[in-house]
Structures are given as structure tokens and as C-alpha cells.
């Protein structure tokens, strides 16, 4: 999840799509199972953050800032949760490849930008990472 603490010692990558606040408020709603969601997006600017929905795993919408006359938002826990789990094969090679497509990273810089994230330190080497890296954009 992306922590709601900002400061120029965290980086998170991300894939930026240029859609209408309707389409937004569709994608959010298929990721906390609502059927009705509102967001007041002014507020969300004036404030940082927002939270549209209480308990829920995705219950918090942040603006980051603004490209091409555009604002930009993400959506995450309303929480920093401090507890992280592994992720599984299988979605760490769905990360490592939008990593790759989205920035051409090679794998060294993937490894790099992996290695220190919660999830990943601990539960893997940089040798396994690499391998799985290998493994996901090969």
C-alpha cells in the first residue's frame, strides 16, 4: 500500500491513466466492492487526502499533484499499515513486469527498486529477486 507519509526519502512507481473523475470513481468502486462511492475531489485537493470510505482496504484517495493542466490521484488504505505480508509469485511478477514496461527498467534496477520495499526485504535475496526478475520479463 502507499504509505500516506510523504518526504522526498520515499519514492513509490506508479503507471499514471488520464481518465474522467466518473471513470476513476468506477475503478474504485470495483476495488472496495461498492456500488455507491463519493468523492468529493476538491476537498481531496485542498487537504491531500481523503477518506471516502472507512474500513475499507482501499478506503482513502491522495492527490499527488498535478500534470498538463490535470490532477492526479491514487486511492489506498486510510491507514499506514505496518504490517506487510510476502507477496506471491505470481503478483510480484505482474509488479516487476509493469515496472519494466512502464520505465525500461533492466533488472538490475528492478532488483534495486525492489529489494528495499516492504514484503520484498527479509523474504527475499537479491539472488532469488533476480531470478524471479529473469523469470517475469523474460
Do not use: C
Not at 488520464?18 to 476538491?42: A, C, G, P
Amino acid at each position: 500500500f502507499i504509505q500516506t507519509i510523504f518526504g522526498p526519502e520515499f519514492q513509490t512507481l506508479g503507471r499514471m491513466y488520464l481518465i474522467t473523475k466518473s471513470q476513476f470513481i468506477d475503478v474504485v468502486k470495483q476495488e472496495t466492492n461498492s456500488t455507491e462511492i463519493s468523492i468529493d475531489f476538491e476537498r481531496a485537493i485542498s487537504t491531500g487526502s481523503l477518506i471516502f470510505k472507512i474500513n475499507s482496504w482501499y478506503g482513502n484517495i491522495i492527490y499527488l499533484g498535478e500534470q498538463n493542466n490535470h490532477s492526479i490521484f491514487t486511492f489506498t488504505n486510510e491507514k499506514n499499515i505496518q504490517e506487510t505480508n510476502q507477496p506471491s509469485l505470481n503478483y510480484l511478477k505482474t509488479v516487476i513486469r509493469g515496472i519494466q514496461e512502464t520505465y525500461n527498467f533492466n533488472e538490475i534496477e528492478i532488483a534495486d527498486y525492489l529489494i528495499s520495499k516492504r514484503g520484498i526485504t527479509g523474504n527475499f535475496s537479491i539472488e532469488a529477486l533476480t531470478k524471479i526478475i529473469q523469470a517475469a520479463v523474460s
